[in-house]
């Protein structure tokens, strides 16, 4: 490391902004080697991939609007819930497993 107290401001926007671009490279980098991975993976399997990215470069998930209300809710902890979508929580494969349906814990406000 290098000593920043003897710094100027100026000197020190000049140090943050350079470990800035320096990082932005590294990011890209980084992101190149992981798409190229993935499609050579989707390759290795007859699959394809497209890949989309905003303006920072930043990757983009397509048709997200925002949260999702949750649908169910744990009777044992209302904090936990769950929109339905995506990995079961563990709290409601429990409930499924002892035999009961999911529906049974819906949210009301549905």
Avoid: C
């Amino acid at each position: 490391m290098f000593d920043l107290e003897n710094k100027s401001p100026e000197e020190l926007e000049k140090i943050i902004a350079d470990a800035q671009a320096q990082l932005l490279e590294k990011e890209k980098s980084i992101r190149k080697e992981k798409i190229a991975q993935i499609k050579e993976l989707a390759t290795a399997i007859g699959a394809t991939v497209e890949i989309h990215f905003d303006e920072q470069g930043k990757s983009r998930r397509g048709g997200r609007k925002g949260k999702v209300a949750a649908k169910y809710g744990n009777p044992a902890n209302p904090s936990e819930t769950w929109t339905g979508r995506g990995v079961t929580p563990k709290w409601m494969q429990e409930l499924i497993s002892a035999g009961h349906s999911k529906e049974k814990f819906k949210i009301s406000n549905q």
